[in-house]
């Protein structure tokens, strides 16, 4: 990856493309790149979806190799939902092949004026960019199905639904999986609006002629990556549990610790948790030709995802995540895993954020718009984001927006993105990091779950402060890396309890590099990131102030275990003490 | 050949010498785990009340219930995690899962 793309989208003569060599970014990846230019390259105080902003497209720093798990792709930008700097990745097949047509980076930068839609071709021979207004106010599904016609089987598609183009604050970046379905999305902060902005509906991407990304030593990247996949087959959750049941499997457990925010936030379990569970899930998948196991990258040993179809056989959707369930179940009391999926394929046809339209449509729910638990209405609300009526605009543009017009009092948000699907009063650790992360409420930035509630990685009791602090920052740091690597998250659990599988992904990192990284090596990786996001975001404005929960959780309590969330401030402001 | 389980005299349900101060329990089994013990009434289940003598513990239970052994399991007794030690007490409710992850 020895060269960054740049395209100057406002160029008055039409979108100007520049290549340059990686120079001082030489190295770097995925969010370490997208954070380290768009730190030093976009002013903090600009307008997100202006001229001056910048997305920043990086694969990780092993993707396009033959190395396992590293489908992951960063993009960053300042972020239209927060205010701040941020970094939304995504799996599927786009950051193997910008991997191996050689870019480090693709960055949009400017604005043009003036109405014209463009699509982006990148392929060995170069980029070609041109104004297609045929595909405006097409959603993903189709969007792709169209470009499919004219680009073919064997690319990745980048593209925005109908929610980038309008703009709105919840709109994603869709990446295609193997079988070339947006499913895959670089799904927070809005990511999809500031593309739109800049008035790019597609990126294709099409590696034919280019080969694999080649190790410095490729014997010891080889002998590397196979104990690494020993390791992630060996490992119970990476090897048995995610492959079985996909991320949704985590519904039961967390109802079952009192950690499962239902109805907005206001108690700890559903009663309908066991008919949304991951269990049920692919149970009903198996039962009607779907899958429970399926890679969203080509590479993927772990298999997490899944296809959902609807009850004639038909597909309906990817198999929807965890945090997709509980957004459009428990958190809106709906119990029926078909409107889940439903909305799960608005979500993704739009373009847009699944947590942030779940919590949204919840505290449409709690204004009184439609009842808790009303499947059609939630579904009418996501037809209305789908049309860009003025509804539609609101609740596209996410919770705290919709919270603000509909005068709703407890918007669970940080940085004024949504609280995913995890209780920070019964899991204390999680509330640390939604705090205090630079992404907004954000749970895999820390994920304090794994140790708090998964016993993984270690104990951390999740309904008592102590350990909470130290657990989120450490978590921070590696997910830093981890985000930078372009090896999927999800690594982190065989990584965390496995030495020598942690030694493996050094042991790769290094062969492919010739580097000689330890675990400290890692660590200031990560702090390095994380220190100049957390730059950025002062220089946007945020202070230690904006490091912290809504009031209400500190204040009221959240049953079964009538417990409110008691890390204090100044444990907060202890997270980034380095 | 069936190998009857060291508690399986304890638990036909008329003739329980603990019958009358038996601690009753409400468990629930997650992410592909069953009851293996074929001689409780729950065999094969996953969502079941069962009686148990008092001084149970969580570790006796997972004998009991005789789920592999070499699954390291994650144990919920009203909500809070607990260890292979702790003595479940009437009318707990009880979640136990294999390692499981997401996110």
């Known amino acids: ?578 | 050949m069936k190998t009857p389980s060291p508690f399986s005299s304890l638990f036909t349900l008329h003739s329980s010498p603990w019958g009358y101060m038996s601690v009753q329990l409400e468990i629930r089994l997650f992410a592909g785990l069953k009851c293996n013990n074929p001689d409780l009434p729950s065999f094969g289940e996953i969502a079941f009340d069962l009686k148990v003598p008092p001084g149970t513990t969580v570790g006796e239970l997972r004998r009991i219930l005789a789920i592999d052994p070499t699954i390291r399991l994650l144990t919920m007794v009203n909500h809070h995690h607990e260890g292979d030690d702790w003595v479940l007490e009437d009318n707990d409710r009880i979640g136990i899962f294999p390692p499981i992850g997401g996110g």
């Not at chain 1, 079988?179 to 800049?198: D, E, F, I």
């Not at chain 1, 204004?367 to 499947?375: L, V």
Request: charged share 25%; glycine share 12%; hydrophobic share 35%.
């Open chain 1, 1 to 578: 990856m020895d060269k960054i793309l740049r395209i100057d989208m406002g160029a008055p003569d039409g979108p100007k493309i520049k290549t340059e060599p990686v120079g001082e970014y030489a190295g770097l990846g995925g969010r370490a790149l997208t954070s380290v230019i768009v730190a030093k390259e976009v002013h903090p105080l600009c307008h997100p979806l202006g001229a001056e902003n910048k997305l920043v497209i990086s694969p990780g720093m092993l993707s396009g190799t033959a190395g396992a798990m590293t489908g992951r792709l960063s993009v960053g930008c300042k972020s239209p939902l927060t205010g701040g700097i941020k970094e939304s990745n995504a799996g599927g097949q786009a950051a193997q092949v910008l991997a191996r047509l050689g870019y480090a980076a693709v960055i949009l930068e400017g604005k043009p004026a003036g109405d014209d839609l463009y699509k982006i071709y990148i392929n060995k021979d170069g980029v070609k960019i041109e104004v297609d207004n045929s595909l405006k106010l097409l959603d993903n599904y189709p969007l792709v199905a169209r470009l499919r016609e004219e680009y073919g089987d064997k690319v990745a598609y980048m593209t925005i639904g109908s929610a980038g183009e309008r703009k709105f604050l919840a709109a994603s970046i869709a990446c295609t999986d193997p079988q070339l379905r947006p499913t895959r999305h670089c799904g927070r902060g809005g990511v999809g609006a500031v593309m739109g902005a800049k008035r790019v509906k597609a990126i294709i991407l099409d590696d034919a002629g280019m080969k694999m990304r080649p190790p410095k030593d490729p014997e010891k990247y080889r002998d590397a990556n196979r104990k690494f996949v020993e390791g992630l087959r060996k490992h119970p959750v990476t090897g048995e549990a995610l492959p079985a049941y996909g991320t949704n499997v985590l519904t039961n457990i967390l109802n079952e610790a009192g950690g499962y925010p239902t109805y907005n936030f206001k108690q700890g379990q559903f009663s309908g948790s066991v008919n949304l569970s991951g269990e049920a899930q692919a149970e009903l998948e198996i039962k009607r030709g779907g899958t429970a196991t399926h890679g969203c990258h080509r590479g993927c040993v772990i298999q997490c995802s899944g296809i959902y179809n609807d009850k004639d056989g038909h597909y309906l959707t990817k198999q929807p995540e965890y945090e997709t369930v509980w957004s459009h179940g428990g958190h809106c009391g709906i119990d029926d895993l078909d409107t889940v999926a439903r909305l799960d394929f608005m979500d993704d046809n739009i373009g847009v954020d699944t947590i942030e339209m779940g919590v949204a449509i919840g505290i449409a729910m709690d204004a009184g718009i439609i009842p808790f638990g009303d499947r059609e209405g939630a579904i009418r609300l996501m037809e209305e984001v789908g049309q860009g009526t003025p509804l539609g605009h609101i609740i596209g543009s996410g919770a705290e927006l919709t919270g603000k017009a509909y005068g709703v009092e407890r918007v669970p948000v940080v940085k004024s993105q949504a609280l995913p699907a995890y209780d920070p009063r019964a899991v204390q650790g999680i509330g640390v990091t939604y705090a205090t992360t630079t992404q907004g409420a954000d749970h895999t930035a820390g994920y304090a779950i794994a140790t708090n509630i998964l016993k993984c990685g270690g104990d951390v009791d999740p309904l008592k402060t102590e350990g909470q602090v130290e657990l989120s920052r450490n978590l921070q740091i590696a997910t830093a890396f981890i985000d930078s690597s372009g090896m999927c998250l999800f690594i982190a659990f065989a990584i965390m309890d496995q030495p020598e599988t942690f030694q493996a992904l050094l042991d790769m990192m290094n062969a492919f590099y010739g580097l000689n990284m330890t675990g400290d090596d890692v660590v200031a990786l990560g702090k390095k990131v994380l220190s100049i996001e957390r730059d950025f975001n002062k220089r946007a404005g945020f202070t230690a102030q904006h490091d912290r929960l809504p009031r209400y959780f500190s204040t009221e309590p959240v049953a079964p275990h009538n417990i409110t969330f008691k890390v204090t401030d100044e444990e907060l402001d202890e997270v980034f003490n380095w």
